[in-house]
């Protein structure tokens, strides 16, 4: 069964720039669409980005034009380059699988194979 790892959290600057890693066992990550996902404390957990099994990606409008989702499947890997970071981005960052298929429009409930997440902080 599918398991996936995240890994490249940490504590970053506003401005600076973080790649998170999503690394898949178990199963090939070519048969999943893949998504990735944040929940701060308090907060209920929100779609950031996914890319389908086409390559085709979705971004949510508060990190379009700042995050890049990419896959590897070679790999098995999938990752989130996170640009011009802000105090707001900092959550738990977790990656699963799942549909990929509405523009604009990630949602956690259609998601399963959760990763562990990885800690992001944006703080000067």
């Known amino acids: 069964q599918l398991q996936l790892v995240e890994s490249g959290g940490g504590l970053v600057q506003p401005g600076g720039s973080l790649r998170l890693s999503c690394e898949g066992s178990?199963?090939?990550?070519?048969?999943?669409?893949i998504g990735w996902f944040r929940q701060a404390p308090g907060k209920e957990r929100e779609g950031v980005s996914c890319v389908n099994l086409r390559y085709r990606t979705n971004y949510v409008d508060s990190v379009k034009g700042r995050f890049t989702i990419s896959r590897d499947n070679a790999k098995n890997m999938v990752y989130l380059e996170m640009n011009s970071l802000k105090p707001e981005d900092t959550a738990i960052y977790y990656c699963?699988?799942?549909?990929?298929?509405?523009?604009?429009?990630?949602?956690?409930?259609?998601?399963?194979?959760w990763g562990q997440g990885t800690q992001v902080t944006v703080s000067s």
């Open positions: 178990g199963s090939s990550l070519a048969y999943y669409a």
């Open positions: 699963a699988a799942g549909p990929c298929d509405i523009p604009g429009r990630v949602e956690p409930r259609s998601y399963g194979y």
